[in-house]
């Protein structure tokens, strides 16, 4: 990164990091590019594996933060560390089914392993009855990883997405919250995705993956009182955009990258419409005559009507070459590393763009910015 890089004016800048199991490794890329151009987050927000990137950046001194990233994803691409040659680059696809394959059939380093005895012989109600893998590996690995201590020191502000599993509503560990003692059980439970992954117990309550009612964390972020200026680094793992599929493969691949990017484009299009009630409002109260403006009514509209300065940028995963629809749990060394240079070759084109300068600037409103189309 060159010393002309545009950094942002905002008052704050926020990472918001999707689900997508393997395809996290394009996070990863993207953080160290914006690592690379002095570009902070002060809250980071995620779900699933978003959640663990967001404990690997949070958790660490800035110093080691890509050292830790680099060590968990090799950790856990440590199983299918071979390459495929680039002069036979044409079995690349045979070999990544293989690669996802291997991971149901013997789990994947440092995340997650096959129950033994299978759960279908489980006592009903037991852990081992409630999901195909076991990730005490997870635990270890983020123990090892990550410190708790840095991320309870709340230096950085993190947020970490999960489903109540009785309740079925989403539900947020955030250390805005003075009360929580943010711990690797927050971190587990918002990828504790069914039936691969057992649901995680906290406090009595049972969560399973955030994915399952919303993989993209913006409206959490968007939502939160007092959020008037912001950039929000928005990394999506599934293009809501894509090719009309040709043959089942690429069917199953399409349905997924639909059902999991869906949120993406409803939350920032109704961020826009609050945005222009907003504006709205602010007219409407401009018109009112002066003896009503001190009304206390009007006091709390207008403190919901106050200007904002909020850029969203959208890093979209859309390299899909090889992909098969195995691509969320397929961890080979050489998928990973595609995927890592990948979001950090999207970050340098970016920051490359006028957009990307208007986008740093405080504009007023909320503006939204597609730079990997």
Known sequence: MTARVHRPKHERTVLVLQGGGALGAYQAGVYEALHEANIAPDWVTGVSIGAINAALIVGNRPENRI????????????????????PIDWIRVLFNRWSASAAM??????????????????????????????????LDT???????????????????????????????????????????????????????????????????????????PLWYVLDTCGLQSALVIQIDL??????????????????KDIQ????????????????????????????????????????????????????????????SEFATESKDYEFSRATIRALWAAGHADVRRTMASADWRSACSAGRGMRTFDLTQ
């Open 142 to 216: 983020l123990r090892d990883l990550v410190d708790f201590d840095v991320i309870n020191a709340r230096d950085v502000r993190i947020s970490v997405g999960a489903v109540d599993v009785r309740k079925g509503n989403s539900f947020y560990f955030d250390t805005d919250d003075p009360k929580l003692a943010f711990g690797p059980a927050h971190v587990m439970a918002s990828g504790a995705l069914p039936p691969g992954l057992p649901p995680i117990a906290i406090n009595g309550v049972s969560y399973w993956d955030g994915g399952l009612v919303s993989n993209t």
């Open 238 to 255: 599934f293009s809501a955009h894509g090719k009309m599929p040709r043959d089942l493969d690429e069917v199953l691949e399409r349905a």
């Open 260 to 319: 999991y990017s869906s949120k993406t484009r409803f939350n920032t299009s109704r961020a826009k419409e609050e945005e222009a009630l907003r504006q709205a409002l602010q007219n409407v109260i401009a018109k009112l005559p002066a003896r009503l403006r001190s009304d206390k009514d009007v006091q709390i509209l207008r403190e919901r009507a106050r200007d904002r300065h909020i850029s969203i940028v959208h890093l979209i995963n859309r390299h």
């Open 67 to 86: 050292g830790r990233l680099r060590e968990f994803w090799d950790r856990v691409s440590s199983g299918i560390p071979l390459a495929v040659p680039a």
């Open 105 to 138: 059939a013997f789990g994947v380093p440092g995340f997650f392993s096959p129950r033994f005895p299978s759960p279908l012989f489980a006592r009903r109600g037991d852990v081992g009855a409630l999901s195909l893998y076991d990730t005490s590996p997870l």
